[in-house]
């Protein structure tokens, strides 16, 4: 079984440019989420899906950030107009919703410059 | 709102030693789930424990023992005879429960621990 996946792991990118992420959960996990971790900080929580339905979203989550999970599998994570203050790292994990499977499995991340 | 607190920030230890690794938290809700996560230099986070708020035995893994007071709402997490590939960051992290079916939602972290372990 896999784990959770990332692409890419590093994106240097210029104030205003657009970005994506991509994230694919661990195959059997219908629960998804996303969050941002800068140096010293725990993560934050940004959004999560159950399936292809986002249940929430952090007031961190600015309009100039979308996610999507088109189908209940992969997720995408959009960043418009990028600023100097979204540099982090931007972290994916997956986790089932049922008893036991509550834990939620982090992928390695991708980490975001911007320049 | 929810909140979790580690105090220590960072903590340093020869090899060989007891760790213990305090964390506070904060909740409203009757039914929640805690959580140990280790992050080493390589940045993944790795999942250790979860707990959950009806079950307040303490567990032992191993080196790992974990202390779950309701009463302070603590959730400490100790390491015995620490070794120098504990050296990382340890998260402490909450989840309040779904409204409904009790499952975990999205944590939240504290600030994290820096341990260091020295051989």
């Known amino acids: 079984d896999t784990g959770v996946s990332q692409n890419p792991r590093h994106k240097i990118t210029k104030r205003g440019q657009n970005v994506t992420f991509r994230c694919d959960p661990i195959?059997?996990?219908?629960?998804l989420y996303w969050y941002r971790q800068t140096l010293g900080q725990g993560p934050e929580f940004l959004t999560y899906f159950q399936n292809e339905a986002q249940l929430e979203k952090s007031r961190l989550l600015s309009d100039r950030f979308s996610a999507e999970r088109p189908k209940g599998s992969f997720s995408t994570l959009e960043i418009q107009r990028t600023e100097q203050g979204d540099s982090a790292m931007y972290l994916c994990a997956s986790s089932g919703s049922q008893g036991t499977t509550y834990e939620q499995y982090f992928g390695p991340g991708t980490r975001l410059t911007v320049t | 709102a929810q909140k979790v607190t580690q105090a220590q920030t960072e903590i340093s230890v020869v090899e060989k030693e007891d760790v213990t690794l305090d964390c506070v938290y904060e909740?409203?809700?009757?039914?929640?789930?805690l959580f140990w996560y280790k992050q080493p230099p390589s940045g993944e986070l790795v999942f250790l424990i979860r707990?959950?708020?009806?079950?307040?035995q303490n567990e032992i893994s191993g080196r790992y023992s974990w202390n779950f007071q309701k009463s302070t709402s603590s959730f400490n997490f100790t390491i015995t005879a620490s070794q120098v590939v504990d050296s990382a960051v340890y998260f402490c992290?909450?989840?309040?429960?779904?409204?409904?079916?009790?499952?975990?939602?999205?944590?939240?972290f504290g600030s994290g621990t820096q341990l260091t372990v020295l051989p």
């Open positions: 909740t409203r809700d009757t039914t929640y789930y």
């Open positions: 992290a909450l989840s309040e429960a779904t409204l409904g079916s009790g499952s975990a939602r999205q944590l939240t």
């Open positions: 195959s059997e996990h219908n629960r």
């Open positions: 707990r959950n708020s009806f079950d307040e």
